[in-house]
């Protein structure tokens, strides 16, 4: 191409005159230009596979996804509507190796180069959950939340339950089936949310944190029935991970059929194979309870009552007036025995301490009578009526 | 003592309390002392046993984000 100089005489400023296709137009439009370049983009390879590693994804109007593919020395920037993201049901985290099938074109309003992706593959063979579940999972690990040692244990006798489930469905009623069966008096708090779907990972964190606010919960149930691996996934999401993380009570998940591992069941402190499972877990069983209660009331009874034939006995070896004293005596604390056997409960618990007197005891719980049962050094306690204070031998 | 392991402590100290009467080196004082410690852990452990059934309850937030507690119809 030749050019004329500026301001010739022929008056068309950039027109050569040397015949190229466009030598009788003007100057061209910034949409013409605009549109051939597109044009060019979309026909110059049409849809192509292209491999590289995805950056900087963003999601935007409710699934569409917005980020660059690259290697080690180019990106482009991609798009991937909501349409196609909607089949893919994770997004790959940073930095993920893929396939991605794609149509280039331009965005002449942004004068911006695009790949229209339709498809995307990872390139390792698995999955892009299994990649995403990998990822997070990392990312959990590395912050300590899967610490075997952060796991706390479930109290006892728990007196209120929050359950973090679907209000639909049979999860609570499973749940709240085998809580009244085993132990009716233990309070159940639904704190419903989504569990799949969409909303299910902001509703789950939501949920998780009105636990929090909640007064008097002692245990934290997060539960969803059995499904399809794709309804699952909220659950493997790491805001839900990290909510189930910071509730400060300890947590049961109970995600899915048995076989299902979230990882949400791998941030609780203890995981159930079902919800009705974790109810078991949970719940104490009020019969068994109430047998160990039975055997230690039989045991305490008899206990004293030995204690007080041995007494007697003693007493029988002591000549008749030692014994008449002593027999006096003990007639008088057998009353307060019979008093208290007979569930009289005028008499105020650590009678004796009260009135001042203490009981020391080595720390296997032997009775100290003399300075010799303790070498110097030796802790021991005294108990007194109103606790023990810990002591030590000089 | 209400909360979640005030059981626990109870059933734990009058297992402690059994062993220390069914040992022989204490004497009738500190016997009955302990027993009537032991009559009382029993009678605070049987209240809990012996609750009424609990409501289950549903959290509801409302809209300042305030939460409250409804029955729930199971």
């Avoid at chain 1, 191409?1 to 040397?18: I, K, N, Q, V």
């Avoid at chain 1, 728990?158 to 233990?186: E, K, L, N, Y």
């Avoid at chain 1, 719940?283 to 068994?288: C, E, G, I, L, N």
């Amino acid at each position: 191409m030749t050019r004329r100089s500026l301001g010739g005489p022929s008056g068309d400023l950039f027109d050569d005159g040397a015949g190229s296709k466009r030598s009788t137009r003007a100057a061209l439009t910034v949409t013409e230009l605009a549109a051939e370049l597109k044009h060019a983009a979309e026909t110059v390879t049409g849809q192509v596979w292209v491999k590289g590693e995805v950056i900087g994804l963003k999601e935007y109007g409710g699934g569409t996804w917005y980020f660059a593919i690259r290697d080690a020395e180019s990106q482009l920037r991609c798009v991937m509507w909501r349409s196609y993201t909607q089949r893919m049901k994770v997004a790959p985290p940073e930095g993920t190796e893929v396939y991605l099938l794609a149509t280039p074109t331009v965005w002449p309003q942004r004068g911006e180069l695009r790949l229209t992706a339709v498809a995307m593959l990872p390139t390792a063979g698995v999955g892009m959950q299994q990649l995403a579940f990998e990822r997070t999972r990392e990312v959990l690990e590395r912050d300590g939340l899967l610490d075997p040692g952060r796991k706390r244990p479930l109290p006892s006798y728990p007196r209120a339950v929050a359950v973090v489930t679907s209000p639909d469905g049979v999860v609570m009623h499973d749940i709240v089936t085998v809580a009244r069966r085993r132990w009716p008096s233990v309070r159940l708090v639904l704190v419903p949310a989504r569990v799949q779907g969409e909303e299910a990972v902001d509703q789950l964190v939501a949920a998780l944190g009105m636990v929090e606010r909640l007064s008097g919960i002692d245990v934290c149930i997060v539960a969803r029935g059995g499904g399809a691996r794709d309804d699952l996934l909220a659950f493997n999401a790491e805001p839900v991970c990290r909510a189930v993380a910071a509730v400060t009570v300890p947590t049961v998940s109970a995600v899915g059929h048995e076989t299902d591992v979230t990882l949400t069941d791998l941030v609780a402190d203890l995981r159930a194979p079902t919800p009705s499972a974790a109810a078991e877990l949970v719940v104490p069983d009020r019969r068994a309870t109430a047998a160990a209660l039975a055997s230690l009331a039989s045991r305490l009874a008899s206990g004293l009552s030995r204690r007080t034939t041995l007494t007697n006995e003693r007493l029988a070896r002591l000549s008749d007036r030692a014994a008449a004293a002593l027999k006096a005596n003990l007639a008088a604390r057998r009353q307060v025995f019979e008093r208290l056997a007979a569930g009289l409960e005028a008499l105020s618990p650590l009678a004796v301490l009260s009135r001042g007197y203490g009981i020391a005891q080595l720390e296997n719980g032997t009775v100290i009578r003399r300075p010799a049962q303790v070498t110097p050094g030796e802790r021991f306690t005294v108990r007194v009526a109103e606790g023990t204070i810990r002591a030590r031998g000089e | 003592m209400t909360g979640p392991d005030a059981l626990t402590g109870n059933l734990r100290r009058l297992e402690e309390i059994v062993r220390m009467l069914e040992r022989d080196d204490l004497d009738l004082d500190q016997a009955l002392a302990l027993f009537e410690e032991g009559v009382g852990r029993l009678r605070a452990a049987k209240e809990r046993l012996t609750e009424a059934e609990a409501r289950v309850a549903r959290v509801v937030e409302d809209a300042a984000g305030v939460l409250s507690l409804t029955d729930l119809d199971d």
